[in-house]
């Protein structure tokens, strides 16, 4: 698993990671913090490269954090 830079969004730590899967693709998830409590949301979607699967993670963990879907 590769952890991506940690993003400042609001009161929250917003860091994307991924993960080669066996089929080739890079598997996408991110770690939505604040203070000592951590969520981390496995993503479906599958990328050609780690890059494109680590943006995707820190636009999805931004739009969790912005449109309060951590309740």
């Known amino acids: 698993m590769q952890t991506s830079?940690?993003?400042e969004?609001?009161?929250?730590?917003?860091t994307p990671m991924t993960?080669?899967?066996?089929?080739?693709q890079y598997?996408?998830?991110?770690?939505v913090r604040r203070g000592m409590h951590d969520r981390v949301?496995?993503?479906?979607?599958?990328?050609?490269?780690?890059?494109?699967?680590?943006?995707?993670?820190?636009?999805q963990g931004r739009h969790i954090v912005l449109n309060n879907q951590l309740a």
Request: positive net charge; glycine residues 6%; hydrophobic residues 50%.
């Open 9 to 14: 969004v609001g009161k929250y730590l917003v």
């Open 27 to 31: 598997a996408a998830s991110v770690s």
């Open 41 to 59: 949301f496995r993503l479906v979607q599958r990328f050609d490269s780690a890059a494109r699967a680590a943006r995707y993670a820190l636009a």
């Open 19 to 24: 993960r080669l899967t066996d089929t080739g």
């Open 5 to 7: 830079q940690a993003h």
